[in-house]
């Protein structure tokens, strides 16, 4: 049974072999993942059709096109991995003692295999088992020099060294496309304002031990956010607009692409009519996108659409950045950390807990009063949310 990369988008015309998560000869199960897939979209595996032994064509690093068979399975007949010699007089093969799997020296741990070594530890300490897989894998600092196979690179145990060359990925490549045009095709400027959270923290102490209880997810801030900018997307519809030709084009809905960083760099899935959503049903279909990039299962019509982009760099300890856009929409806004600042409040300096706001807009199609305006409306709805913001 041929083992081919699958089609995957009309605008998708090759993929990366990016690593093989089962070696050569090795037997695998219906089922099982075997590797995984990089395009300049997505990272998604390739899982068995059917149970064997796989042979591997196309090594790791290397570039091919959708169709490519790029290995095979010599088909067994059995649903399982399983070895080991039969045990005496039972008949059967006796399964040998789970273990987690030793990655080898200076090699990325992908999230099947994270996932495999949880599952494997049986321990139930998923994340200590995963933070062993991965410090294993970090022990090696191996040097990347290109193989004898076109566009292929492996890892190489020399020493001393004193750079480390690899080839972008495609989503990389594609990543630094995107925001090379951002920069050279729209007249992008932004504009800063900042944000009391004292409100917010408040609703969330107050509330999310219940939201938790009858929803399965925490109340974070982005629902405020993305409820905040929806409403003031109603009233400065420019923002949600984008340029066509010699047109403006002014969507009457609002997918809002939420930024998230995954391990092969930032990709945008959208809230489609978040409009329409309730707290919980941004917060669980965050968890979705958050939990589907790790484990490879996010598809390009995640990506697709979008007319406007909310990120938040504050998760990573930013207090201040210039977020760029993500073409074709014409702004994004940009959420930064909670810092304790003093801020004047009726004459008297008081302490509360403050995030700066960034808006990064097309000049071509958003005027700078427009923009300003947009930003002070998210402003007060996050600093005044019990009324606009909250479900009844």
Request: hydrophobic share 40%; proline share 6%.
């Amino acid at each position: 049974m041929e083992i081919k990369v699958p089609e995957v988008g009309e605008s998708v015309f090759e993929a990366l072999v990016a690593r093989w998560l089962k070696k050569n000869g090795e037997r695998v199960a219906k089922d099982e993942p075997l590797c995984e897939i990089e395009t300049d979209k997505i990272t998604f595996e390739i899982n068995a059709d059917a149970a064997g032994i796989l042979s591997v064509k196309v090594p790791e690093g290397t570039t091919v096109k959708i169709g490519t068979v790029i290995g095979a399975i010599e088909e067994t007949g059995t649903g399982t991995a399983e070895t080991g010699d039969r045990g005496p007089g039972t008949g059967e093969k006796q399964k040998q003692p789970a273990t987690v799997p030793a990655p080898e020296p200076g090699r990325h741990v992908s999230p099947s295999e994270r996932k495999a070594a949880r599952e494997k530890a049986g321990t139930g300490e998923g994340v200590s088992v995963e933070e062993k897989v991965i410090s294993v894998a970090e022990q090696a600092e191996p040097a990347l020099v290109k193989s004898e196979e076109p566009m292929s690179y492996r890892a190489t145990g020399a020493g001393g060294d004193r750079e480390t060359r690899t080839p972008m990925t495609p989503i990389r490549r594609r990543i630094a496309e995107r925001l090379l045009a951002a920069r050279q095709q729209t007249a992008m400027l932004t504009s800063f304002n900042e944000a009391d959270m004292s409100r917010v923290l408040v609703l969330r102490e107050k509330h999310g031990e219940e939201f938790q209880r009858r929803h399965g997810v925490k109340l974070g801030f982005m629902p405020f956010f993305v409820r905040a900018c929806v409403e003031a997307l109603q009233e400065f519809p420019a923002v949600n607009a984008r340029i066509d030709g010699d047109d403006l084009v002014f969507h009457n809905f609002y997918d809002i692409g939420i930024a998230v960083s995954g391990e092969k760099g930032l990709v945008v899935p959208v809230l489609r009519d978040a409009d329409r959503l309730h707290f919980a049903e941004i917060e669980k279909k965050i968890d979705d996108f958050v939990e589907r990039i790790k484990t490879n299962r996010l598809t390009i019509a995640d990506l697709q659409g979008g007319t406007f982009t909310i990120t938040n760099g504050g998760v990573f300890g930013s207090l201040m950045s210039t977020p760029i856009l993500n073409p074709p929409q014409s702004a994004v806004l940009g959420m930064h950390a909670v810092q304790e600042r003093p801020v004047a409040r009726d004459g008297q300096v008081v302490i509360r807990p403050m995030m700066y706001l960034a808006l990064s807009y097309d000049h071509r199609v958003i005027d700078g009063r427009e923009a300003v305006l947009f930003l002070k409306k998210v402003k007060e709805y996050i600093e005044e949310p019990e009324e606009m913001l909250l479900e009844g």
